[in-house]
Each structure stands twice: as C-alpha cells, then as structure tokens.
C-alpha cells in the first residue's frame, strides 16, 4: 500500500516526537557521543582511492585536532538507500529512461544485507515501497511511475531524512532524481539541509535537465547544495547512456569509502552546529569529500534498570 507522508511536526510513521530546531520545525533527535564520519577520496583523475592507511587521515572539529578511536573500509557496513524519484510534469519525456537506470541501479547495489525504500514526489510526497532487502520488489514499483503535477522536492528530501532514515549501524544514502525545479514545497533549503545534516545522511543527486532542453541553473544548484553539504555528489548527465554511468560511480563510491570515527573532545553538547574537516597526510593531489559536520545533543541522563 501506498502512503503519503504528511508534512507536519510530528513523525507519524514512527510516532515519535522531536525537539525544536532554529527553524521551529521538529526534526529527530540525533544523541551524539561518538561521530562518525563516510569519506570518500579520489585521485585527479576521479578515480576512488581505496589503500588509504589509519595513519593517513586526520580529522578536526572546529580547528581542534581529533583523536580517532576506529578506522574501517565501507564495503561491508549495510546500506540503507532511499531512492527518491521526480515524477512531476516537468521530466514526463525523461522518465522511461530514469525508471530504467534506477532499476539497473537497485539490482547492481543491493546486496542481502542492504535495504532500500521507493518515494516519488510531484506536488506531494508518497512513499511506494517501504525498507527492503529485495531489488525485484522496489523494481517492480518503479515500472509504475506515472509523471504529472508539480514538484517537492525539498519536501521529499526532509520527510525520508525525518521519519525514515533513523536506523544506527548502517550507511544512509539518498539518490535523487529530478531537474531540481521545486515549485511545491513548504520546507525551506536551510530547514532541509538541517534536517539532512542532523540525520547523517549523504546525497547523490542525479539532475535531468540536460535532456532535450535548456539546462536549469537554479535547478542544479539546488541538487549541488544538497549533494555537497552532505558529503556526496551531483551529476547532470546529458544521455541515458550518461545516466546510467552516473548510478555506476555511485554504486563503485559506495564500495569505495572509509568510516573514521572519534569522540568528540568538546564535550559541551548544546545542539550547536559542529563544523568538520578531514585532511590527509601526504595527499596534496588527492581530492577529499564527506558531511560538512553534525549537530551535538545531550545524550539521554543513565536511569537505574527496575
């Protein structure tokens, strides 16, 4: 069964409820003691860098130094994916050939322990296939995508982010299809950026405005941000064959990352945005990208068992 996610101060498929951001709005609740970062390096060439030692990396918060306390390669660590895709009019002539790559793209990535969910969003936001670990489920869905009506696109990004994407012990990732052309959406781009930071979810957006038209500046701008600030990526192919190489180098970036962990040595947690940067040692030509940062909240007050 199909459900629509409606965008009110309340997780109603959770049922749970959230505390106040700067915005007024009620996102979920990230309790913070250790951070954990996905990096992802590359060469000049773009080629993912994949033989990285610990002693290589080095990660700071707020300019101070941190000290990390585990160091992993990403092929391993489940993946939870929500595969939100534009079915508004605009991309009505573009929507075979993305229906297509998507589904091309679910049965390459997913393995058994991953999981991937299904949202389409036009003037609204409906979720068509919740959380699972089989391909041919999500892909059977997408051959129903139907396009029409406007687009919400930020709408979509904050509720997946918000009432879905809450699983610890996983890798949570967007891919988004779409021209970027929001035109329906009552979240903001800060509130939505909000959200996708306090929820530790990277984004790879896939613009469609190079097919057959004029391509959307303000459109893929919106999908750069959203990439960018997440730690992710945006591509703006201009052909199917481009489309589908676009889901192929997400699908090798995700095989391809490093986790670096570390507890924070400020331990002031006052909801407080905390700015990140990871550097390498000796990696002057290699290029660096993972989450801007995270948000420290007070983590739970220790009750005695009953």
């Known amino acids: 069964m199909r459900a629509s996610f409606t965008l009110l101060p309340i997780l109603l498929l959770t049922g749970v409820v959230a505390p106040q951001t700067r915005s007024g709005q ?11 970062l996905l990096v992802t390096v590359v060469d000049p060439q773009g080629r993912f860098v994949t033989d990285l030692t610990r002693d290589r990396f080095r990660v700071f918060e707020k300019g101070r130094e941190q000290e990390l306390t585990n160091f992993s390669h990403e092929t391993d660590l489940p993946l939870h994916i929500g595969l939100l895709i534009d079915t508004s009019a605009s991309v009505r002539t573009k929507l075979d050939f993305e229906k297509r790559a998507a589904t091309n793209f679910v049965h390459a990535v997913m393995r058994q322990q991953d999981q991937t969910l299904l949202v389409e969003f036009d003037a609204g936001v409906t979720l068509i296939s919740d959380f699972t670990n089989k391909p041919s489920r999500i892909a059977d869905q997408i051959k129903g995508l ?3 009506g406007g687009t919400a696109l930020l709408d979509a990004v904050y509720a997946v982010c918000r009432d879905k994407m809450t699983a610890s012990g996983v890798r949570r990732t967007i891919v988004l299809l779409s021209d970027g052309a929001d035109l329906n959406s009552q979240r903001s781009m800060d509130e939505t950026l909000d959200m996708v930071q306090r929820s530790g979810v990277t984004i790879y957006g896939i613009g469609t405005t190079g097919f057959g038209a004029d391509r959307d500046k303000k459109g893929e701008d919106m999908l750069l941000k959203l990439a960018e600030d997440s730690g992710g990526r945006a591509f703006f192919p201009y052909s199917p064959d481009q489309m589908a190489d676009a889901f ?6 995700l095989r391809s990352q490093y986790s670096l962990t570390y507890v924070p040595k400020d331990k002031d947690r006052k909801g407080k945005f905390r700015r990140v940067k990871v ?3 000796k990696g002057k030509n290699l290029k660096v990208r993972h989450r801007k940062g995270y948000y420290a909240v007070p983590l739970p007050e220790a009750t005695d068992s009953p």
Do not use: H, Y
Request: aromatic share 0%; glycine share 4%.
């Open 26 to 36: 009620e996102p979920i609740r990230v309790e913070v003691e250790a951070v954990n």
């Open 146 to 148: 139907r396009a029409g």
């Open 248 to 253: 192929d180098t997400i699908n090798q970036e």
């Open 279 to 281: 550097r390498l040692v």
